[in-house]
C-alpha cells in the first residue's frame, strides 16, 4: 500500500522555470526522502530530511517538511530538460529495529526546451 | 563505483514456472529491499532486512513469493508458480542503517518480468 501521494501526478514547465511537488502522507515518520527515476530506469537518492528538520538544500533542491500537515514539498529551480523525469518521495519509519522505507505515487515532470 | 547489481534485466517466462531474481547489495551495506513497480498500483514494499534477517515481508503475497538472504552479498526473491499477474519490474536497494538510524537507498536497475 502506498504510503504517500504526490500531487500533481504530471508537471510540464519551460527550461528556467521552477518545479514545485507536493508530498502528502498518513502516519508518523522519522525522515523524508525524494528519490528520481528516469524512465526503465532504477530510482536515484536525491535528499533526504529528518522528522525534526523544515527545511534542507541541496544545489537546485529545496525540500521542505511540515510533520503537522504530515506533507513535504520539493522545489527545483532554474529546471533544466534534463530534470525530466519521475520524483517519488519515500517515508521512513523505524520499525522492528529497521528503516522501513515507502514510496508514494509519483509526479511526472516534464521540462521542455 | 559501487551500485547494486540485480539479474537477470530482463526475465520473459510462462505461467506457472518458477522465476528467481537475484540481487548483490552494495559491500557493506547492512540493509536490503524488494520493491515491485507496476503502472497500476506504483511502487510497492515487498520485503525488507537487516543483517540478513528478515523485518517485514508483508507486502508479500506469501503463498508465491519468498525471499531470502543466503549471505551478505546475495538476496534473492522467488515466484513459485508464477502469474500473468506478476509481470512487472522488481527492484532490489541496499542502504546502511547506522546510529543515525536514517537509510538512503540505493537501487539497481531493476528485474522486468514478463509472465506469459
Known amino acids: 500500500s502506498q504510503q504517500g501521494e504526490e500531487d500533481p501526478q504530471a508537471l510540464s514547465i519551460q527550461e528556467g522555470e521552477n518545479a514545485t511537488m507536493n508530498c502528502s502522507y498518513k502516519?508518523?515518520?522519522?525522515?523524508l526522502q525524494w528519490y528520481r527515476q528516469n524512465s526503465g530506469r532504477g530510482l536515484v537518492h536525491l535528499i533526504l530530511i529528518r522528522s525534526n528538520e523544515r527545511e534542507k538544500h541541496s544545489g537546485r533542491l529545496r525540500v521542505t517538511l511540515d510533520t503537522s500537515k504530515k506533507s513535504s514539498s520539493l522545489l527545483i529551480t532554474a529546471s533544466r530538460a534534463a530534470d525530466t523525469a519521475s520524483y517519488f518521495c519515500a517515508t521512513g519509519r523505524l520499525t522492528g529495529g529497521g528503516n522501513k522505507l515507502t514510496f508514494g505515487t509519483g509526479t511526472q515532470l516534464k521540462v521542455e526546451l | 563505483d559501487a551500485r547494486v547489481t540485480q539479474t537477470p534485466r530482463h526475465k520473459v517466462t510462462e505461467m506457472g514456472q518458477e522465476v528467481t531474481m537475484r540481487c548483490q547489495p552494495i559491500l557493506g551495506h547492512n540493509t536490503v529491499f524488494w520493491y515491485r513497480q507496476t503502472m497500476m498500483q506504483g511502487l510497492e514494499l515487498l520485503a525488507y532486512?537487516?543483517?540478513?534477517?528478515?523485518?517485514?515481508d508483508s507486502g508479500m503475497p506469501k503463498d508465491r513469493f519468498s525471499a531470502e538472504m543466503p549471505d551478505a552479498t546475495l538476496a534473492t526473491l522467488k515466484i513459485q508458480p508464477s502469474e500473468p499477474r506478476d509481470s512487472a519490474v522488481y527492484f532490489c536497494a541496499s542502504g546502511l542503517l547506522g546510529q543515525g538510524m536514517n537509510t538512503e537507498a540505493f537501487f539497481g536497475q531493476g528485474t522486468r518480468l514478463t509472465v506469459v
Open positions: 502516519t508518523s515518520i522519522n525522515n
Open positions: 532486512f537487516r543483517n540478513r534477517a528478515p523485518l517485514d
